[in-house]
């Protein structure tokens, strides 16, 4: 072997390929490679030339990430990078509310805000939406119902619906 083979990208083939090339040369052609220093040498360099081979083809896919225009090509390009994007999520507001009411008549122990309650909120002239995803069990406290930690998503409520015509199937 003339030449070394640089095609390998694990660890077992590029030592192997390297034994293979030293014991093609006369300098080489009688040493033992399994128990000498050059075996320690050996795994150095092939150790090496892994993390060689990984770093360039890291930089070669990370190359790509600018030109892409599609999402799809962005995903794939940043799943090569062990990357694996998620898709776009609402944001999440974590809220107390209180519910203030007159104590004129006794109030139920307890309030229930039901699943997909709708709530607005405006900041800089701007209005968002949110709706909670669960039914939150809202205990009563002396001059109304307080709770804490209720998760609002933004975002708003709706459904689709398909007919579907189906013949006669003969």
């Known amino acids: 072997m003339t030449q070394l083979n640089i095609t390998s990208l694990d660890f077992d083939s590029i030592k192997s390929d390297l034994k293979l090339y030293l014991q093609s040369q006369d300098t080489f052609n009688s040493y033992n490679f399994e128990g000498s220093g050059l075996s320690a040498l050996l795994n150095i360099l092939a150790s090496e030339g892994q993390l060689d081979a990984y ?27 062990g990357y694996t994007p998620r898709s776009v999520r609402s944001a999440v507001a974590t ?70 015509s189906i013949g006669d199937p003969t």
């Open 55 to 81: 770093l360039a083809n890291m930089v070669y896919n990370e190359a790509f990430l600018d030109s892409a225009i599609k999402r799809a090509s962005v995903v794939s390009k940043a799943k090569e990078v």
């Open 95 to 164: 809220v107390l509310i209180t519910i203030n009411s007159p104590s004129t008549y006794p109030l139920p122990s307890y309030f229930t805000l039901p699943r997909y309650q709708s709530f607005t909120s405006t900041i800089g002239g701007i209005t968002y939406n949110f709706l909670n995803l669960d039914s939150y069990v809202i205990p009563n406290t002396v001059n109304g119902y307080t709770a804490n930690n209720i998760k609002l998503t933004e975002g708003s409520l709706y459904s689709i619906s398909y007919t579907a």
